[in-house]
Nanobody
Framework: QVQLVESGGGLVQVGGSLKLSCAIS????????VGWFRQAPGKERELVAF????????VIQDFAKGRFTMSRDYAKNTEYLQMNSLKPEDTAVYYC??????????????????WGQGTQVTVSS
């Protein structure tokens, strides 16, 4: 069974930064897809970014471009989402997710069978 454990959320002021971590364990393909999603109160879960676990391909949603980046520590099997220049509208519970397969089917949350527990990010103005 694949397990994802997230950490790194918190309260930050507008313009601040946070780095979310997602430690992945269990059996999964050598190269897999990691997605970051978020869900604000009263809103649907939305895609933030996704990419291959080898770092070769990454897709960042328009609202996050230039502010959010994905990275990884292969030794720790941990994925990261660096978030800079945070805005109040970034306030949400952030989730990491993993799936096997290619990039083409990785835009929708329903495509991901493995999920972290979520971590709260609150941006205060």
């Amino acid at each position: 069974q694949v397990q994802l454990v997230e950490s790194g959320g918190g309260l930050v002021q507008v313009g601040g930064s946070l780095k979310l971590s997602c430690a992945i364990s269990g059996y999964i393909d050598r190269v897999y897809i990691v997605g970051w999603f978020r869900q604000a109160p009263g809103k649907e879960r939305e895609l933030v970014a996704f990419g291959t676990s080898d770092g070769r391909s990454t897709v960042i949603q328009d609202f996050a471009k230039g502010r959010f980046t994905m990275s990884r520590d292969y030794a720790k099997n941990t994925e990261y989402l660096q978030m800079n220049s945070l805005k109040p509208e970034d306030t949400a519970v952030y989730y990491c997710a993993a799936r096997q397969g290619g990039m083409n089917n990785s835009y929708k949350s329903a495509s991901y069978p493995f999920w972290g527990q979520g971590t709260q990010v609150t941006v205060s103005s």
